[in-house]
């Protein structure tokens, strides 16, 4: 092959050429593999039927999803199996895994709702993947996918999660929790508030089954325990080949929870009611006590809500924790993710949506 992919495409991320050009070549199976850039490799079968991004490497330090991403493309190229869907493998930001930290100067899972501005190495590493997958769903019109995999910087009562961005497509998640279940996740978060991370970039924008995973816990590069990881990398391979996905585990349950509010930090004096290292998920009754801002007291709303991504530190403006509670959405009907509503069966903002695009 590409001699460039052939010591793996991990290694090649981390220590390129400083004369990367980009290339392709077709494997002996039919599958067309070509290197768009570094850090991004791009498999093309003779037919498809899905578009696939699997994103890695969006936070530095989280290197679990970086391994099983470089395992996969090793894999295609070694033609251990022939993808029958198109596949775009992302791994985002080799300066920060070289640095072992989450981003260098600004966190790059905020920097896509819009086209950047170019202050610093994220905002370009942003525009240059937002360019990437626009330009990949562009290429056709199968059934568009992304999974954002990351690594918890915290405990959390689920060990593995998906969050589903909320969005103003009519898209049918169904099929994506149903995944969740097959790669044996713990629990889904349905989201309610637009954001502006990667997997919400490409459900806004092409409407695709799109979900961020948060998976086990950080650990130094090879340091993971991938065993962790097979039921997903099953998962996602028989995705990619568009075989029957493998059976719920049948010994952990599956959590399903919505978004009921997003704290927000407006001021300096924003205190949480608990520690800021509080495991994702943990239960408060109703009435206790969440935060205290100037004299503003936040409490759990009836039925109790659980706390993710608690974090006290932010800037002034920024989501100082999510408030979920449990919700068993009704499969028999289509699941849509709305914003500001509740998933369900109505797509509130498809009709919204055009007017706002
Ligand atoms: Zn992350």
């Given at each position: ?22 290339s ?8 067309n ?20 991004v ?9 290197t ?41 100067e ?34 056709g019109?199968e ?117 009921t ?19 994702n ?49 009704d ?10 509503r ?16």
């Open positions: 092959m590409d001699s460039q992919l052939s010591g793996g495409f991990l290694k090649h991320t981390l220590f390129p050429p400083s004369n990367f050009i980009p392709s070549i077709t494997l002996s199976n039919g599958i593999v070509s290197h768009n850039a570094i850090g991004v490799v791009e498999i093309t079968p003779p037919k498809a039927d899905k578009a696939i699997v994103s890695s490497g969006i936070h530095g330090d989280e679990a999803p970086i391994e099983l991403v470089d395992d996969l493309v090793s894999s295609i190229l070694d033609e251990a199996f022939r993808p029958t869907t198109r596949l775009l493998f992302i791994i985002a930001h080799p300066d920060a895994i070289h640095a072992h930290t989450r981003f260098i600004e966190n790059l899972n905020r920097l896509f709702a819009v086209k950047n501005p170019v202050r610093n190495k994220e905002c370009e590493l942003a525009n240059e993947l937002q360019a990437q997958v626009q330009t990949f769903f562009a290429k019109c059934e568009p996918w992304h999974f954002d995999l990351h690594s918890a910087i915290r405990a959390s009562k689920h060990y593995m999660f998906g969050v589903v961005p909320a969005s103003s497509k009519a898209t049918d998640v169904r099929p994506l929790v149903g995944f969740l279940k097959a790669s044996h996740m713990d629990a889904v978060m349905l989201s309610r508030t637009p954001s502006s991370t990667f997997s919400w970039y490409s459900a806004e924008k092409f409407g695709a089954m799109a979900a961020t995973f948060e998976m086990g816990r950080v650990a130094r590069l090879y340091e993971n325990d991938m065993g962790e990881f097979v039921p997903l990398r099953e998962a996602l391979v028989a995705l990619m080949c568009s075989e029957a996905l493998p059976a719920p585990s049948s010994e952990k349950g599956f959590s399903s929870y919505k978004v509010r997003t704290i927000t930090k407006t001021d300096d004096a924003f205190n949480l009611a608990f520690s800021d290292d509080a495991a998920f943990t239960y408060f009754a109703e009435g206790e006590e969440l935060a205290e801002e100037n004299g503003t007291v936040f409490s759990a709303i009836a039925g109790g809500e659980a706390v993710v991504f608690p974090n006290s530190k932010v800037a002034i403006g920024q989501r100082a924790a999510l408030l979920v509670q449990p919700f068993e959405p499969l028999s009907e289509p699941l849509y993710v709305n914003v500001e509740e998933p369900g069966p109505i797509a509130y903002s498809a009709n919204h949506s055009r007017s706002l695009s």
